[in-house]
């Protein structure tokens, strides 16, 4: 199971940390990625952090601004984002699968989900 949390109202230039709490789930073999999905758009991935070397890869909309990690005791996955702009506005879902070896941003490649948080970046 995941739960995403942290989203909010923020605005533009500003930061926001995303966590995804994680649960059933073994870190070592497994990918936890960020999606989002904005109204009227397709969801896309937004970065991805795979076992326990943190490979790690950034949609090219967010490198730079973006970053993924993971802290293990705790079984959190969190996206600190930084720099924030209005195209950043969506619902922002954590997702996972398990034994996998190198990241992916594709939805259909994940089998659990969380239930979405909302970042709203005000211009």
């Known amino acids: 199971q995941l739960q995403a949390s942290g989203g909010g109202l923020v605005q533009a230039g500003g930061s926001l940390r995303l966590s995804c709490a994680v649960s059933g789930l073994t870190f070592g073999n497994s990918a936890i990625a960020w999606f989002r999905q904005a109204p009227g758009k397709e969801r896309e991935g937004v970065a991805c952090?795979?076992?326990?070397?943190?490979?790690?890869v950034y949609s090219d909309s967010v490198k730079g601004r973006f970053t993924i990690s993971s802290v293990n005791a705790k079984n959190t996955v969190y996206l600190q984002m930084r720099s924030l702009e209005p195209k950043d506005t969506a619902v922002y879902y954590c997702a996972s699968v398990s034994s996998i070896a190198l990241p992916t941003m594709i939805p259909r490649d994940y089998d659990s989900w969380g239930q979405g948080t909302q970042v709203t970046v005000s211009s």
């Open positions: 952090i795979v076992g326990d070397n943190d490979d790690t």
